[in-house]
């Protein structure tokens, strides 16, 4: 399995912690977030790791993690900076498609490797316990995510009106199948670039977008299920509240920061 890391975004939330770096290189607990993530990555195996860049490219770089560039980063949106990775999705091997400003357990990475199906994502189901320590109202934030009996996903990244409709939550973490992988990109490039999925134009549609039109046009897509083990860091809130317990060494409660 190889591993492609989207960290082309500016992460404005997270400001001023990315006026001088790019998001995935804001760090949490003394090393950057992607540095948790690579660390989280070769201990289930995964060597083969690229990071698309935009925002502060050279950065990333200048830590010896391959790249490749998203140079319309400003107006593009995360399934174009996967798309810039097209070469890495040619069915040589699995993929795993990762965002850039998450950290997470290696266990994480291991069920999604376990899972046959041709796209798969984790879904935490306990992740009100994240959302709840992360904002007053978890729903206000959340998206929806439903699933059939088989366990494959029907609905995901609407906005809900009840925690019925919410069976998990999306976490970032995406696996692609080398048989699959080909077909994938494809799936992107047939899109009419006008309007995308879900109305969105091609460029700016969201992963869940995609995910939706995989669902209902081309593949199931698998839920693999976990609960915990993981962060997003997506607000300068985020990240003082998880420095907070990591100071009072509580942070292993959500999610345990192991190096490789």
């Known amino acids: 399995m190889r591993a492609i890391i989207l960290a082309a975004g500016e992460g404005t939330r997270l400001r001023p912690h990315t006026l001088d770096r790019p998001k995935c290189l804001v760090p949490l607990a003394g090393r950057p977030l992607l540095a948790w993530q690579a660390d989280a990555l070769r201990r289930s195996g995964v060597a083969d790791i690229t990071v698309v860049t935009g925002y502060r490219a050279d950065q990333v770089a200048a830590l010896g993690f391959a790249t490749v560039h998203n140079d319309r980063f400003r107006e593009t949106n995360m399934v174009t900076s996967a798309m810039c990775a097209r070469t890495l999705l040619d069915g040589s091997d699995d993929v795993v498609l990762c965002y850039g400003d998450l950290v997470y357990e290696s266990r994480h ?18 992740w009100r316990r994240l959302w709840s320590l992360r904002m007053a ?27 019925d409709e919410i069976e998990g939550q999306y976490m970032g973490l995406i696996g692609v199948r080398a048989g699959f992988a080909r077909q994938f990109v494809e799936a992107h490039d047939a899109l009419d670039p006008g309007r995308g999925a879900d109305m969105r134009d091609r460029d700016n549609m969201y992963m869940t977008d995609f995910l939706q039109h995989l669902i209902d046009h081309v593949t199931p897509v698998t839920a693999v299920v976990v609960e915990g083990g993981w962060l997003e860091v997506d607000t300068t809130s985020d990240l003082e509240t998880y420095e907070s317990l990591y100071d009072q060494g509580r942070l292993d409660q959500y999610c345990v920061l192991a190096e490789a």
């Not at 046959?116 to 935490?124: K, L, R, S």
């Not at 494959?152 to 990244?157: A, K, P, S, Y």
């Open 137 to 163: 109202d978890p729903l206000e934030d959340a998206e929806t995510l439903r699933l059939d009996d088989n366990g494959d996903v029907t609905e995901i990244g609407r906005k809900p009106s009840s925690y």
């Open 109 to 126: 990475i291991d069920a999604l490797a376990t899972c046959g199906a041709p796209v798969a994502i984790t879904i935490d189901r306990d």
